[in-house]
């Protein structure tokens, strides 16, 4: 939910703490408040022990991850994953099946191919691009055995969660938070963020949204949270350019290229940030018709930013959270 809060006297039992911590090529928030008896040392050790797990199980960079190591099994090979890589893989063919393929977790040799992967193919991108085809759906080549807790694939497919991963390490300091008995905290990963409750003075989390501009940070509006979380997808953060044109990191499964439309950035507000994450680059890809028409549809909060003629122009679509 989103909302407003007016002020009220701030809990003289409440102690405001803020740690952070380097996670997937870049850092991990938690800004929170508790008792002064909170042990912040103990709390930041669990917080880095769960974004380490997400990373270990999930990155395309670390060789051994469990992620690296299905995409390196044989064709069907059953290869058992652990719970929470199993979860993640779950969501993402989800929002993969109801985003009609604009999601998709099998993309990983698109990205790989343009540059933006683990074994940097900068030099060949140009020549690769016209022999890519659009990527066969993760759907139809993973097959998930949930009683098992293990996957096979059906045929060669190159996994890549760096859509959703972020979003899933959010959730995770979440729910370390949670169970350390936290119910006032705004915690985030490279700009992903999940809030619970509002600050003790009842004013909600306020988290800064990007300007969609090439080679600087402006902030074109705040949104305030409470009990939801929020996630970006762009074109104007990471890129490579090829005879004087950009190419952003967003690959479009559906055409085997890096994604080319109208839309600079989409922002989502949802209860989970593994579910923002997700869904943000989801209504990237689809663009400003398909994007719009399917987040009013399923009644996503998504705040669409669109270049037209070097302007930026703005569509609100209200979902659940919003009305």
Request: glycine share 8%; aromatic share 6%.
């Amino acid at each position: 939910m989103v909302k407003t809060f007016s002020e009220q006297p701030v809990p003289p039992t409440l102690q405001r703490y803020s740690l952070n911590g380097k996670t997937m090529g870049t850092r991990y928030t938690a800004i929170f408040y508790a008792p002064p008896s909170a042990d912040p040392t103990a709390i930041s050790a669990t917080l880095q022990a769960a974004v380490e797990k997400v990373d270990r199980q999930m990155s395309t960079w670390i060789p051994t991850s469990d992620l690296c190591c299905l995409n390196a099994a044989p064709e069907n090979a059953w290869v058992t994953i652990p719970l929470e890589l199993m979860d993640v893989l779950d969501i993402g063919l989800k929002v993969g099946h109801e985003s009609n393929g604009a999601f998709d977790i099998g993309v990983g040799g698109l990205v790989d191919a343009w540059g933006f992967g683990p074994s940097a193919q900068t030099s060949s991108p140009q020549a690769a691009a016209p022999d890519l085809q659009p990527v066969t759906r993760a759907t139809a080549i993973l097959e998930v055995d949930h009683a098992l807790r293990r996957v096979r694939k059906r045929r060669p497919i190159e996994l890549d969660l760096s859509g959703i991963a972020k979003g899933y390490g959010v959730d995770e300091l979440a729910r370390c938070l949670d169970r350390c008995g936290v119910e006032s905290y705004l915690v985030g990963i490279d700009g992903e963020m999940r809030a619970r409750g509002a600050k003790p003075d009842g004013e909600a989390w306020a988290v800064a949204v990007e300007k969609p501009i090439f080679g600087k940070r402006e902030v074109s509006g705040v949104v305030e949270l409470l009990d939801a979380a929020i996630a970006t997808s762009g074109d104007y953060r990471y890129w490579i350019e090829i005879d004087g044109r950009r190419y952003a990191h967003t690959m479009d499964p559906r055409s085997g290229q890096p994604l080319s439309n109208t839309v600079a950035a989409v922002t989502v507000l949802m209860p989970t940030c593994v579910l923002a994450d997700a869904w943000a680059t989801a209504l990237l890809v689809l663009g400003e018709k398909d994007g719009v028409a399917l987040a009013r549809e399923m009644g996503i909060d998504a705040l669409f930013v669109l270049r037209e003629n070097d302007q930026l122009r703005e569509i609100l679509v209200s979902g659940r959270l919003l009305q």
